[in-house]
């Protein structure tokens, strides 16, 4: 499948974010796609499951070529909310559930199928056969083009890939949060031609004032003169310099931070300056 290298990622378009009406979700999908963001990543619970919606109504009111964008959406979280009787967040990936919530999905979005089925989580319980039944069944349907996993470690992969394909892995990972790095998830990854998405790409380094924030901070500052570039960039180039080949998915509804994302595929970071970024995070040199 062809996505595009950075992904736009819609969970605060919507209740659990920004609240953006109609016309201002139609401006935005208009801004990603003139600047070559044609990829949207969703999941059924985002907005207590209506962020969706809220998307498929903006796109049906828009004249965009079905094979102009790509929609990714998650399955499995059974979130606690007033529009499910759930009494505890749980998963469920039994064939039936999945069927029914890529019928869900498909109604929302307002679309005949989705470009990337993702398993949001993965459950202790999850049965590789039966998720692999669901899945040759959208397939033939035509419901989804390709198939994939969020948060899922080697073995988990490796469970579920013995019955069915896994395209794509989604996977939080940054400079301030790396670990699929070092516990052989992405090592997995290029062994087995698994592609690599990264939600929260920029990590905590905006969110908090830490000792690993500042440590980082000293570095950026020398490498955004160096790179002309702005300090997301830099965290971005970080990331997109790793071989496994990851996508970001940005969270922004900004439309000039849209637009330093799509620039940041210009920089390419010398190899030193990318271990001194790590070097600050984990505050200690490298083995």
Same mark, same amino acid.
């Given at each position: 499948?062809?996505?595009?290298?950075?992904? !736009?990622?819609?969970?605060?378009?919507?209740?659990?974010?920004?609240?953006?009406?109609?016309?201002?979700?139609?401006?935005?999908?208009?801004?990603?796609?003139?600047?070559?963001?044609?990829?949207?990543?969703?999941?059924?619970?985002?907005?207590?499951?209506?962020?969706? =919606?809220?998307?498929?109504?903006?796109?049906?009111?828009?004249?965009?070529?079905? =094979?102009?964008?790509?929609?990714?959406?998650?399955? +499995?979280?059974?979130?606690?909310?007033?529009?499910?009787?759930? &009494?505890?967040?749980?998963?469920?990936?039994?064939?039936?559930?999945?069927?029914?919530?890529?019928?869900?999905?498909?109604?929302?979005?307002? &679309?005949?199928?989705?470009?990337?089925?993702?398993?949001?989580?993965?459950?202790?319980?999850?049965?590789?056969?039966?998720?692999?039944?669901?899945?040759?069944?959208?397939?033939?349907?035509?419901?989804?083009?390709?198939?994939?996993?969020?948060?899922?470690?080697?073995?988990?992969?490796?469970?579920?890939?013995? #019955?069915?394909?896994?395209?794509?892995?989604?996977?939080?990972?940054?400079?301030?949060?790396?670990?699929?790095?070092?516990?052989?998830?992405?090592?997995?990854?290029? =062994?087995? +031609?698994?592609?690599?998405?990264?939600?929260?790409?920029?990590?905590?380094?905006?969110?908090?004032?830490? !000792?690993?924030?500042? #440590?980082?901070?000293?570095?950026?500052?020398?490498?955004?003169?160096?790179?002309?570039?702005?300090?997301?960039?830099?965290?971005?180039?970080?990331?997109?310099?790793?071989?496994?080949?990851? =996508?970001?998915?940005? +969270?922004?509804?900004?439309?000039? #931070?849209?637009?330093?994302?799509?620039?940041?595929?210009?920089?390419?970071?010398?190899?030193?300056?990318?271990?001194?970024?790590?070097?600050?995070?984990? +505050?200690?040199?490298?083995?």
């Amino acid at each position: 499948m062809k996505f595009s290298k950075i992904i !736009a990622g819609v969970m605060t378009w919507g209740s659990w974010g920004k609240q953006l009406n109609t016309k201002d979700m139609q401006s935005l999908i208009e801004h990603c796609l003139d600047i070559g963001i044609t990829t949207f990543d969703h999941a059924d619970i985002y907005g207590a499951y209506s962020t969706e =919606s809220d998307f498929g109504k903006a796109l049906s009111g828009m004249s965009i070529d079905r =094979s102009q964008f790509q929609l990714i959406s998650k399955c +499995g979280i059974q979130y606690v909310c007033d529009t499910r009787d759930n &009494t505890v967040k749980h998963y469920n990936y039994s064939k039936d559930y999945i069927l029914w919530s890529v019928e869900q999905s498909l109604n929302n979005l307002q &679309t005949e199928y989705l470009d990337l089925l993702l398993l949001h989580r993965p459950s202790p319980l999850m049965i590789a056969e039966e998720i692999a039944e669901a899945i040759e069944i959208l397939k033939k349907e035509g419901k989804i083009k390709s198939f994939g996993v969020s948060n899922f470690n080697a073995s988990q992969m490796d469970l579920v890939g013995f #019955r069915t394909d896994v395209n794509y892995n989604q996977v939080e990972f940054s400079l301030t949060q790396h670990t699929a790095m070092h516990d052989g998830t992405f090592d997995y990854m290029l =062994s087995n +031609g698994v592609g690599a998405m990264a939600w929260s790409p920029l990590g905590s380094f905006f969110k908090d004032d830490s !000792a690993q924030s500042k #440590r980082i901070k000293n570095v950026q500052d020398k490498l955004t003169v160096k790179y002309d570039a702005s300090a997301d960039q830099i965290l971005l180039a970080w990331i997109m310099t790793h071989p496994v080949n990851i =996508s970001p998915v940005i +969270g922004t509804t900004t439309k000039e #931070r849209m637009n330093l994302a799509k620039e940041a595929l210009t920089i390419n970071l010398e190899l030193e300056d990318w271990f001194e970024l790590l070097v600050a995070s984990q +505050g200690h040199k490298v083995p």
